[in-house]
């Protein structure tokens, strides 16, 4: 569902077929319609304070790879990606991350000193043809499902596990249909959740085993 391709510094996930998305991206956020995702790889040196990122970001991604793919960016190894499958009855899942948690924060609060950069980047692709309302419930899955791997498997703060970054993002895709709903006890709801629980989890434990101790990704 999900094919990859790594061209450093690019990460290119291209999908089936082109599909309705959703997500807060830097580069064509909100609702879109592509067939291909992609990850920048970026050093922690390059995102300064006064440098402006994002039209930086748009600039590169209409030079280099497609003006109409979806955009994210990340200061994590490219090569250090997890694909994850999941199936519930007839529908399949399949999500893509990247995690680097060296900026984790918790839900409600904000470390102080956090590092600027560090995120989990996920792209959560389904074959159930969404409605626009069952698309905005199926990203609340997958940031559902996120938070509970960071959780899980992730860093303890001083006011508790991790709950994510400070500046992660998450695109949900779904070919365009009539679905109302993709909760947690529907077959997309439960497809999408165990494929993005299991790829960051497994990026996760990744980080947690290389970079842990390093707080660089």
Not at 25 to 41: K, L
Not at 52 to 66: G, N, P
Request: hydrophobic content about 45%; glycine content about 8%; some cysteine.
């Amino acid at each position: 569902m999900i094919d990859i391709t790594l061209n450093h510094p690019w990460l290119i996930a291209t999908l089936p077929q082109p599909m309705r998305c959703l997500s807060w991206a830097p580069y064509r956020g909100g609702f879109q319609v592509t067939d291909r995702v992609v990850w920048r790889e970026v050093r922690n040196a390059d995102l300064s304070k006064n440098f402006d990122a994002i039209a930086w970001f748009a600039a590169e991604m209409q030079a280099q790879v497609d003006a109409d793919s979806i955009g994210m960016l990340t200061s994590r190894d490219i090569a250090q990606n997890s694909l994850k499958t999941a199936r519930s009855g007839l529908i399949q899942a399949a999500c893509l991350a990247t995690v680097g948690l060296s900026n984790a924060e918790r839900v409600g609060q904000r470390q102080a000193g956090a590092a600027p950069v560090g995120t989990i980047n996920c792209l959560a692709a389904t074959s159930a043809p969404l409605s626009d309302t069952a698309l905005i419930e199926a990203l609340s899955i997958a940031t559902q499902a996120r938070t509970s791997a960071v959780m899980d498997h992730g860093p303890d703060l001083p006011q508790g596990p991790a709950t994510g970054t400070g500046t992660d993002c998450i695109v949900v895709a779904a070919p365009a249909g009539d679905l109302s709903y993709a909760g947690l006890h529907t077959d997309v709801g439960v497809a999408i959740g165990r494929a993005v629980y299991d790829s960051v989890a497994d990026g996760t434990r990744d980080w947690m085993t290389t970079e842990g101790g390093h707080q660089n990704a």
